[in-house]
T-cell receptor
Framework: AQSVTQPDIHITVSEGASLELRCNYS??????LFWYVQSPGQGLQLLLK??????LVQGIKGFEAEFKRSQSSFNLRKPSVHWSDAAEYFC???????????FGGGTRLMVKP | DAGVTQSPTHLIKTRGQHVTLRCSPI?????VSWYQQVLGQGPQFIFQ???????GRGNFPDRFSARQFPNYSSELNVNALLLGDSALYLC????????????????FGQGTRLTVV
């Protein structure tokens, strides 16, 4: 079965520190992968996407993610976290069957001053 | 340009009632999908429509139904509401589905917060 897993439910980092949020996927073929961010009570904003090609993708707000086929991972990174980055982050994927996204359970990021 | 718009933003219903949620996709987008997000969880896929035809259905009971109109807007209907239907309902639009051979990303609206009491 297709699945996306985010192992970390909560992560706390200090402002200015680096960040890595983990995402693992299970698909028969290379999926299309996405990271979304959600502020409390709000919808989802797309941070970045991976369709094919270069395995390191750049997104908005200084985020990047690296697709690693050997590890079935698509981890999200940011070199220096800002207090405004505190939110819930969701990894999601879909395959050629359509745009029906499968989401991970989310990682809640808290930023310490 | 306007993004994906959903209405209403908040709704309170009583158990057993019926509810209709509405979504207008980004201009030019022909695909609309619906997701349910229960508090503390990731969104779960409910339906996808493309060019007014249902292209996918998630694991939800028949109380849930949807349709897409000629202008590509969409409605999600839920009958016989249960307490467990309380959630944030998200609509997403895409320019295509990958079943057309083109990969695209989904853009989400702000959601409708449904509370069933």
């Amino acid at each position: 079965a297709q699945s996306v897993t985010q192992p970390d439910i909560h992560i706390t980092v200090s402002e200015g520190a680096s960040l890595e949020l983990r995402c693992n996927y299970s698909y028969g073929a290379t999926p299309y992968l996405f990271w979304y961010v959600q502020s409390p009570g709000q919808g989802l904003q797309l941070l970045l996407k991976y369709f094919s090609g270069d395995t390191l993708v750049q997104g908005i707000k200084g985020f990047e993610a690296e697709f690693k086929r050997s590890q079935s991972s698509f981890n999200l990174r940011k070199p220096s976290v800002h207090w405004s980055d505190a939110a819930e982050y969701f990894c999601a994927g879909h395959n050629n069957a359509g745009n029906m996204l499968t989401f991970g359970g989310g990682t809640r990021l808290m930023v310490k001053p | 340009d306007a993004g994906v718009t959903q209405s209403p933003t908040h709704l309170i219903k009583t158990r057993g009632q019926h509810v209709t949620l509405r979504c207008s996709p980004i201009s030019g987008h022909k695909s609309v999908s619906w997701y349910q997000q229960v508090l503390g969880q990731g969104p779960q896929f409910i339906f996808q429509y493309y060019e007014k035809e249902e292209r996918g259905r998630g694991n939800f009971p028949d109380r849930f139904s949807a349709r897409q109109f000629p202008n590509y807007s969409s409605e999600l209907n839920v009958n016989a509401l249960l307490l467990g239907d309380s959630a944030l309902y998200l609509c997403a639009s895409s320019s295509q589905t990958t079943s057309t051979g083109v990969a695209t990303e989904a853009f989400f609206g702000q959601g409708t917060r449904l509370t069933v009491v």
